[in-house]
């Protein structure tokens, strides 16, 4: 049976994870001084997003920062991936919602929330041409 936005805000509050709901989006909190995680209930999917910041203007900074992006796609994430959406870096996860369970939104919680505290700064510097 596919899950709905209720069970969605039913997992949420078990993983004891601080957030907001607006209809069928959930802005959930990183912590401190790091950005909120948006989860949309999209029925097939749960979304997860979180914009990272903006790309830099100039080419050679974009190269290196999209290089150290698709690196740590590789390397690091398994739930979530950075990509770009417009002029924004952004990381983001879709699970599947028919089956999904308290252990999956952890884990892809988990998975950007570890993504937020070890990549952030440097691809802050890599965006600021550090």
Known sequence: MPRTAEDI???LYRLGRPFERTGQTFV???????PPIALHVADPVLLARVAIGPLPADEKRQLALLRQ??????????HAAY???GEQMVLAAGLALENIDENEIDAALSDIDLAL???TARLS???RGV
Do not use: F, P
């Open 9 to 11: 805000e039913t997992l």
């Open 28 to 34: 959930v909190s990183s912590g401190a001084d790091r």
């Open 69 to 78: 992006m698709l690196v740590y796609n590789a390397t690091d994430l398994v």
């Open 83 to 85: 990509g770009i959406d």
């Open 117 to 119: 505290v070890r990549h």
């Open 125 to 127: 510097e890599l965006a």
